[in-house]
């Protein structure tokens, strides 16, 4: 891991909100590190396809947004990266345009019992949003993210800064790989609002992680989206 320190078996790293330490996991060896170079040739060549394979729905969707709520199109949010560094996740607008503001109305985050939530039936999502979101479609400017290395393809799910900030030293496990636009969790519960039980998966994910992973995460996310299974509007 560049600019970590690793003993035994603890990593202390530069978080993006300090500096910590936590238990390593997953192999650190040659073989690990061939694989992040497989992993990120396997992201560059299939987030290039993806974007131009989908570039048919981007136009499509960005007509739609705009048409049916006022707006920009694409929405970026700080995000907690590789080692809780935070970089601007890009999605398809699937709320209202003062969503963020609106929030404080919905949840307050001091007061979570854990760092995680979910809203269902939220009240800012727009008619056009509930569609994207049903197939996923709203995450599709993450492989811009990919492409610039801030996302991978397969990864645990990248949260907001407040509630990265609030992580235990357990939970900050999850942030040793960089985040994906889909998971091990996702394929498994979607929109799953428990903490501990996400932090199993993600964990699983980073001890067992490999192209062939990888690959069934991608495959099984079609199925998972096709499905409808846990979606959270």
């Known amino acids: 891991m560049n600019g970590d320190t690793v003993s035994a078996n603890y990593v202390t790293t530069t978080w993006g909100f300090g500096t910590g330490t936590v238990p390593v996991t997953g192999p650190e060896s040659d073989a690990a590190q061939v694989h992040e170079v497989a992993k990120r040739c396997l992201d560059?060549?299939?987030?290039?396809?993806?974007?131009?394979?989908?570039?048919?729905?981007?136009?499509?969707?960005?007509?739609?947004?705009?048409?049916?709520?006022?707006g920009p199109v694409i929405f970026s949010q700080e995000r907690a990266g590789l080692h809780g560094r935070p970089f601007r996740m890009l999605k398809f607008r699937s709320m209202v345009v003062d969503a963020e503001e609106r929030l404080e109305s919905l949840v307050k985050i001091e007061d979570l019992a854990e760092p995680v939530y979910k809203l269902k039936d939220d009240p800012r999502v727009t008619r056009v949003g509930r569609f994207l979101r049903r197939f996923?479609?709203?995450?599709l400017p993450q492989l811009i993210n990919v492409l610039k290395g801030e996302m991978s393809l397969v990864g645990?799910?990248?949260?907001?800064?407040p509630l990265v900030e609030r992580y235990s030293e357990d939970q900050r496990r999850r942030l040793l790989v960089k985040p994906g636009l889909t998971g091990y969790q996702q394929i498994h519960n979607r929109g799953m609002p428990d903490m501990a039980a996400r932090l199993v998966y993600d964990l699983y994910y980073l001890r067992h992680r490999s192209t062939t992973l990888d690959v069934w995460i991608l495959t099984m996310t079609v199925f998972v989206i096709l499905s409808g299974k846990e979606i959270t509007y």
């Open 44 to 70: 560059v060549v299939l987030a290039s396809l993806g974007l131009i394979l989908t570039l048919p729905v981007w136009i499509l969707i960005a007509f739609a947004v705009k048409l049916t709520s006022r």
């Open 156 to 161: 645990p799910r990248p949260e907001v800064m």
């Open 136 to 139: 996923g479609l709203d995450e």
